[in-house]
């Protein structure tokens, strides 16, 4: 005989089939908004990676031949950003018959709004020699040049500002004009058999109005190596203290390295796979 079911265990047993069902649906529901939200995700992720492929696009057209001449003067150089776009920029272009400018800018922060900076600055300071020419103007210095660009960034109010070393080499005159916005770590120069870091006390370009830029100027011989770094090159120098880092830069020049691909060798810069901070480097030489 058969006996008859318990309608409690019958009970049971069809709530507990009712609850696999509601689980199993419920994961499957899960499952599927889980798979449409990683859809979702892949579509930003390739949409932000074309964004900043385009950036880094528009960046690398902005920036100089990485070598160039003028006159007796080599310039060569190099910029290893720490993400798709560089906070580092470099430029530079002729003043007139005899005079050189050039400059290094170190943005605050990284990433695409330190990059539209550099691409502002580089517009700023095309349009600043343009206006110059066009107006017969007297020549452009290091220092008025930081000082309208300081005029400019501030009332656009975009929480950046940035470090940067100006100068004009004058051919004629056998000599560099400079100045440094808050640049660190200062510059080397090779002059002759002397060694010399260029150092400045000027304060960053875009936070504080009406600043004036010191102009040092110093004179140069018939042989000379430049280096200026951003202060990315500092995180790749294990040393305890900064002031070892920049003792160890003014001896990497002073022993004879002072091209940007014994630079990239002698700093490792070469097998770096994702670089701790932007970093740039120009250098320029006669003789």
Avoid: W
């Avoid at 579509?43 to 964004?51: N, P």
């Avoid at 206006?131 to 008025?144: C, V």
């Avoid at 810069?269 to 932007?278: F, K, S, Y």
Wanted: with cysteine; net charge negative; charged share 25%.
């Amino acid at each position: 005989m058969v006996k008859p079911l318990d309608p409690t265990v019958l009970r049971h047993a069809v709530s507990r089939g009712l609850d696999d069902f509601r689980l199993k649906e419920d994961n499957r529901q899960y499952r599927e908004q889980l798979e449409e939200r990683n859809n979702e995700l892949k579509e930003s992720l390739r949409l932000l990676r074309e964004d900043q492929e385009a950036g880094r696009a528009v960046q690398l057209k902005l920036l100089p031949p990485f070598k160039g001449v003028f006159k007796t003067l080599q310039l060569e150089y190099s910029i290893l950003p720490s993400l798709y776009l560089s906070g580092d920029f470099i430029d530079y272009f002729k003043i007139s018959e005899d005079k050189f400018g050039f400059y290094l800018a170190d943005v605050s922060g990284h990433g695409a709004s330190s990059a539209f900076i550099t691409i502002l600055l580089k517009n700023m300071a095309h349009r600043l020699r343009q206006q110059y020419r066009a107006e017969n103007l007297p020549e452009l210095t290091p220092g008025k040049i930081l000082s309208l660009a300081n005029q400019e960034l501030i009332p656009l109010g975009l929480g950046k500002h940035l470090a940067v070393f100006c100068a004009v080499i004058d051919t004629k005159k056998s000599e560099i004009c400079y100045c440094s916005a808050a640049h660190f770590p200062p510059p080397v120069l090779m002059n002759g058999s002397d060694v010399l870091q260029l150092k400045g006390k000027g304060l960053p370009v875009g936070l504080f109005e009406g600043i004036e830029y010191e102009e040092l100027t110093v004179a140069l011989k018939d042989t000379f190596k430049l280096v200026l770094f951003s202060d990315g090159v500092l995180e790749l120098i294990d040393l305890p203290s900064v002031a070892d880092k920049e003792t160890f830069l003014l001896e990497m020049v002073k022993q004879g390295t002072h091209d940007v691909a014994g630079i990239s060798r002698y700093l490792g810069m070469e097998d770096i796979q994702a670089a701790p901070d932007d970093i740039a480097v120009l250098t320029v030489s006669q003789g």
